[in-house]
């Protein structure tokens, strides 16, 4: 675990929370993501369960929580198995939970190994008249390889035929898009490092320099600093400012070129997604700095828009309003093709053909209901962009905010983005 130790009341208010949203001797859940294998006998990193880590803390493969709000003995209501540390896993592995350690981290007092779990398991769900199970219900996920959830939901059913499985996540999406404090304190972390890697960039960007050679900046603050890359960064010069998952990472940044850098930090599972353009030489054109003003203030303005009861579209139809404006100014739009454009693909579509922003935390596209006004502590992403690959360059600006009740909160506030500032800090 490289972050500092997380208070468990964290995770103790997130099982109480959902408990209370579970039917009535119902039981619930959630397994451990696997390691998934590479080539020959590699493996990827463990990418922790966010929704295991939301409710304990715990990021170790092959964990099980099982969580039984009614169980008729009060030990049962909750229960983390994980796997038995044994000498050979010391050797090649090193350190896995003790029983203590697991105790301490989650707040749950009952810890069992994993060869406890099938026979405890069969004598809680046949007390049990309902069970929760999990799976991945983001609505634009692209699920190919079946988890240890979809796998443990299989084995339920052909084990269990007859009891009835509930959907875990739901329950799970309208808890976690709305952050407690302690929350935001990680992703204020998260978000603090994030700055630490830009201003680094601000002072190493030049003519010559090759945008892997830029990742490598991010990356040195971003891990000495208990970090992580949050996403694969994006570090593009020049027409590929205009790609908008451009992960190559592979040319040389051109004087008179701008740099556009998709890229978060990751701390303790929470998650920072920034965007910033800066230009190469250290001073923008005219013209981009016209275009760069223009994204600005449909920033500064989307994020003031982020109001408590809000809907997402409605939010995102004000800064397309917003957008239309702005490139009628700079002469991108003809007011004909606002007027006669169709509302559901307003003209602004044409350079800024992306989403205004998306729901962050443990997940860096979180989940969330897209259809449920905005909550205070929701946080969100705004990031809206121009892309101009006939002109050779585009701009996206992004910002983490929190919607509360007084108002939005801009969490990056104090990251430079006037594109004066800019030149200031490049030119030091
Ligand atoms: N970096 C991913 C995104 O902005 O959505
Ligand atoms: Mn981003
Ligand atoms: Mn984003």
């Not at 709000?69 to 983390?80: G, V």
């Not at 994980?82 to 105790?103: C, D, S, V």
């Not at 060869?115 to 983001?138: G, K, T």
């Not at 949050?230 to 940044?253: F, K, M, R, S, W």
């Amino acid at each position: 675990m490289r972050h500092k130790p997380i208070k468990n009341k964290l995770f103790v208010q997130n099982r109480q929370q959902l408990t209370e949203l579970m039917a009535p001797k119902s039981l619930a859940v959630l397994n451990a993501n696997d390691v998934l294998p590479t080539n020959a006998d590699g493996s990827l990193p463990m990418h922790p369960n966010a929704d295991l880590f939301y409710l304990s803390g715990i990021e170790q493969e092959e964990s099980i929580l099982l969580l039984f709000p009614d169980a008729a003995d009060n030990k049962h209501r909750e229960i983390l198995f994980l796997r038995q540390p044994n000498q050979h896993m010391q050797i090649w592995e090193g350190y896995k939970h003790t029983k203590e350690n697991a105790r301490k981290i989650s707040g749950v007092k009952n810890i069992q190994w994993l060869s406890e779990f099938p026979v405890m398991f069969r004598s809680l769900i046949c007390e049990a008249e309902s069970a929760y199970l999990n799976s991945n219900e983001y609505k634009r996920a692209k699920v190919e390889v079946e988890s240890r959830d979809a796998r443990f939901i299989r084995q339920c059913r052909k084990d269990f035929p007859l009891h009835t499985y509930r959907r875990l996540a739901p329950l799970l999406h309208q808890l976690r898009v709305v952050k407690t404090d302690l929350e935001i304190e990680l992703l204020n972390e998260a978000i603090d490092i994030t700055a630490k890697g830009f201003r680094r960039t601000l002072s190493f960007v030049k003519p010559g320099v090759s945008e892997y050679e830029v990742e490598a900046e991010w990356a040195r603050e971003f891990i000495r600093r208990r970090g992580k890359f949050a996403y694969t960064p994006i570090v593009a010069a020049g027409e590929n400012n205009c790609v908008l998952h451009y992960l190559q990472n592979d040319q040389v940044c051109k004087k008179g070129q701008l740099l556009l850098m998709d890229v978060g930090a990751s701390y303790a599972n929470y998650n920072a997604d920034m965007t910033r353009t800066i230009p190469v030489s250290g001073k923008f054109s005219r013209r981009q700095k016209q275009v760069y003003n223009a994204v600005l203030r449909v920033l500064r303005a989307s994020i003031d828009g982020a109001t408590v009861g809000k809907l997402h579209r409605d939010w995102t139809k004000e800064s397309q309003a917003h957008m239309n404006e702005e490139l009628l100014k700079i002469g991108l739009l003809k007011p004909s093709q606002v007027k006669k454009q169709d509302p559901d693909n307003p003209a602004c579509r044409k350079y800024f053909m992306h989403g205004l922003g998306h729901p962050l935390g443990l997940d860096v596209h979180d989940v969330g209901d897209a259809n449920a006004p905005f909550a205070p502590g929701t946080v969100l992403t705004v990031e809206p962009g121009i892309y101009l690959p006939a002109e050779g360059f585009g701009v996206r600006l992004e910002d983490d905010i929190v919607v509360t009740k007084d108002g939005p909160i801009n969490l990056m506030a104090k990251i430079p983005i006037e594109a004066d500032e800019i030149e200031s800090i490049m030119g030091q």
